[in-house]
Structures are given as structure tokens and as C-alpha cells.
T-cell receptor, first 118, second 105 residues
């Protein structure tokens, strides 16, 4: 089946610094990737949708200058949390969707990244 | 925007019991999927089911797109079924509120 890898799985950073999270589709080309945020005991909240080679589409209320998303290739999307603050601490998870020919419209998730800002 | 409600929010079962989880959409939906989130946060694909019925072992799912709901059936539940079950749909994969399942040995 389709495999999506996310790295790092856990990261601790100091307040005011930036941290980058990578999301890779290992065995298929991901034309679209989604980034979600999940607070404890809550559902996943869609942050943004990224299409390869174009700017990400952010959901209402998500600061695009704080959460920079880049989808430079068909197998890699990155989320950079800039000038991180403790309130940015959360579980971030990406998903990827292929071109429909192989995986259809099914999305596959990475393992997620736990971010702690101290 | 579209709302996705799941019921029940919490469910406790004895091992071996059967259960039905429901997912209601406020508007028409496509690309409907069911996921199981394990205690480590990993989301496991269960079904991609925009319409109709599918079965995979002890799990099956039915989506009635015209009535904007989907059901996930778990039969002969096991402790490893514990976790949170989410449905998600629409082209942006909006997630439902989730059902937290605990199966007791």
C-alpha cells in the first residue's frame, strides 16, 4: 500500500525559533498534500492544502506567515512553524493523495509529529 | 462549511461485542474514508467508501450518499480495536468529531 513518511516524529524547540516538518510519499506521487493539527482528545483540524508547484491554500484562521508550507516536488511537502511559541505545541500530521490513477482519491497519513515549544 | 458529526462520542464494549459507529454530514460528501487512530497517534486507513458497502474481516462499512451518512460496523470486537475512529470526507477531507472506543478484556 501507499506509504507516507513524516519526520521528525518528535521535536522540542525553544520559543522564538523555527522548526521544519517533512512529509514524504515514498511509493507514489502525491499531487496533493494536506496538513492537519490535532489537540489532545480532539479531532483533526485541517490547516492547509498544498498542490505540487503552487501555493498552499490555508484554512480560515490559520496564519500563513506562521505556518509556511512548501510542496516543491511530487513526493515532498514541508511545514515550517516560524517563531514558535508554546501555544504552537501540538500534534501535526500530514496526508497525501495520489493522482487518482493508482490510489484513487484515498488519502494516506504520515506518522505525525509531536511539537513541543519550551 | 460542512459539518461532520459522529456518534456515539464514546463507547465502551466488552470483548466479543458488536458495535455500529455513525457519521453524519451536513451536506453532500464525496471521498468518504474511515480511519482508526491508535494510541500512538497513527491514522490507519480502514475504508475508502464514497457509496455502497465494503467488508474487510471483522469490519464493514456502508455509505448512503443520498442521505449523507455512513456507518462502520465492528463485529467480535477485540482489545486491539480500542482507539479513536474518524470519518472524513469532501475534497478537503474534513474530519468528523470522532468516536472513542474502548474494548475491555
Amino acid at each position: 500500500g501507499a506509504v507516507v513518511s513524516q519526520h521528525p516524529s518528535r521535536v522540542i524547540c525553544k520559543s522564538g525559533t523555527s522548526v521544519k516538518i517533512e512529509c514524504r510519499s515514498l511509493d507514489f506521487q502525491a499531487t496533493t498534500m494536506f496538513w492537519y493539527r490535532q489537540f489532545p482528545k480532539q479531532s483533526l483540524m485541517l490547516m492547509a492544502t498544498s498542490n505540487e508547484g503552487s501555493k498552499a491554500t490555508y484554512e480560515q484562521g490559520v496564519e500563513k506567515d506562521k505556518f509556511l508550507i512548501n510542496h516543491a516536488s511530487l513526493t515532498l511537502s514541508t511545514l515550517t512553524v516560524t517563531s514558535a511559541h508554546p501555544e504552537d505545541s501540538s500534534f501535526y500530521i500530514c496526508s497525501a493523495r495520489g493522482d487518482g490513477l493508482i490510489s484513487g482519491n484515498t488519502i494516506y497519513f504520515g506518522e505525525g509529529s509531536w511539537l513541543t515549544v519550551v | 462549511g460542512i459539518q461532520v458529526e459522529q456518534s456515539p462520542p464514546d463507547l465502551i464494549l466488552q470483548e466479543g461485542a458488536n458495535s455500529t459507529l455513525r457519521c453524519n454530514f451536513s451536506d453532500s460528501v464525496n471521498n468518504l474514508q474511515w480511519f482508526h487512530q491508535n494510541p500512538w497517534g497513527q491514522l490507519i486507513n480502514l475504508f475508502y467508501i464514497p457509496s455502497g458497502t465494503k467488508q474487510n474481516g471483522r469490519l464493514s462499512a456502508t455509505t448512503v450518499a443520498t442521505e449523507r451518512y455512513s456507518l462502520l460496523y465492528i463485529s467480535s470486537s477485540q482489545t486491539t480495536d480500542s482507539g479513536v475512529y474518524f470519518c472524513a470526507g469532501t475534497y478537503k477531507y474534513i474530519f468528523g468529531t470522532g468516536t472513542r472506543l474502548k474494548v475491555l478484556a
